[in-house]
């Protein structure tokens, strides 16, 4: 047993309290600068240290996250009046959480599918991130569903991966988010996606239990069970909720301490409609708080907005609350569109 057990398992409880999600603002350089790039921001260190101000001194964010996951460039910044991020983050009353994986890689001899490393060093990362504030990590493996893949190969490397940075994360007093994604990019069914998500969960959670994982010191994210984004065929909102709240049922052990969906390419709306029924329909039958830890359906908007501009700082701000509070009142069951946004797309 972990000598941090009951500080993990008080931390893994806080980071899904009721109303309460987690917020993924972990992009690497490359990612983050891809998205400025679109937008016509300068792809510097100044703007992302910028844009990562903007989002973590949202007035009362604290009310909908628990708290924010950042990269390792993030967990070494500070606002421009001189407060280290960690200590802005603590003293909001929120968690700081950490990125530690190092991508998702080419698998050898396997085409068009990837394994994420990071393993090495990952034990001296870690207790230098727990030094440094951090509390929680994550870990993302990518599933990709095509013709003939994915391989039990790349789903058993990315199981393994996933346990072995797991058990160190407990070793360490971090608590592991293990995010299996199986990509929303493709053609497939919702029954295809049911299957393939069927599959990695089965074989990630074989894979904690054989690392001896304890499962009341982690937090799943999952994707969720949905039609592949160019199948002709779109799953409805129940649908979606239904088909995944059933797979979830069928692999997740009851103790694992809560599921936080990604949104993984979904619209907002959707990210945070097929959150709510879950919630709302099939919430008695959940032996787990669900709720998300998104990053671009609750960043988007406010990137859009601010788009470098410092004197759009605050209404990006107002933007990235409401999608904020679409998800904590998705994570209750009780989430309506507000007025005004765009329509379910
Ligand atoms: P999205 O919600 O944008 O899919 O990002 C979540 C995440 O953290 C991916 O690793």
């Known amino acids: 047993m972990s000598a941090y057990a009951q500080e993990l ?4 409880q806080a980071m899904v309290a009721t109303g309460k999600g987690v917020l993924a603002m972990d992009e690497s350089n490359g990612t983050c600068n891809k998205r400025f790039e679109k937008l016509g921001i300068p792809a510097t260190e100044e703007y992302r240290q910028a844009y990562r101000q903007l989002i973590l001194t949202a007035p009362n964010l604290s009310d909908y996250i628990s708290g924010p996951i950042l990269y ?23 968690i700081p959480g950490i990125k530690v994986d190092t991508g ?23 207790a230098e991130y727990y030094q440094m504030g951090a509390r ?4 993302r493996a990518v599933i990709t569903i095509a013709d003939g893949i994915p391989s039990r190969g790349c789903i058993e490397a990315n199981a393994h991966g996933l346990a ?11 608590v592991p988010i293990v995010e299996p994604e199986v990509l929303i990019d493709g053609d497939h069914t919702l029954e295809r996606s049911f299957a393939v998500t069927d599959e990695t969960l089965h074989a990630v959670f074989n894979a904690l239990y054989s690392q001896g994982v304890a499962y009341d010191q982690m937090i799943l994210k999952p994707s969720m069970v ?22 979830l049922l069928k692999n997740v052990p009851a103790t694992v301490a809560g599921i936080a969906f990604l949104s993984g390419g979904q619209s907002m709306e959707r ?21 998300f830890s998104y990053a671009r359906a609750i960043q988007q908007p406010a990137l859009n907005h601010w788009s470098g501009d410092s004197s759009r700082v605050s209404e990006a701000q107002q933007k990235l609350l409401t999608r904020a509070k679409c998800n904590s009142d998705a994570s209750k069951g009780v989430y309506s569109e507000p007025a005004g946004e765009p329509a379910l797309v």
Not at 271 to 291: D, E, I, R, Y
Request: net charge negative; proline share 5%.
């Open 104 to 126: 998702a890689k080419d698998l050898a001899g396997r085409p068009n599918e990837k394994v994420t490393e990071g393993l090495d060093g990952l034990r001296e990362r870690i």
């Open 9 to 12: 398992k008080a931390t893994a």
């Open 72 to 94: 390792d460039e993030t967990i070494r910044q500070s606002t421009t009046d001189g407060v280290p991020f960690v200590k802005f983050i603590q003293d909001a009353g929120m």
């Open 226 to 247: 949905i039609s592949g984004k160019d199948c002709p065929t779109q799953a409805s909102v129940d649908e979606v909720a239904e088909a995944t709240v059933t797979c």
């Open 271 to 291: 990210s945070s409609a097929h959150l709510n029924a879950m919630n709302a329909k099939f919430g008695n039958q959940c032996p787990w708080p669900v709720t």
């Open 164 to 174: 072995r940075y797991a058990a160190l994360c407990q070793e360490g007093g971090l």
């Open 136 to 139: 929680f990590a994550k870990w």
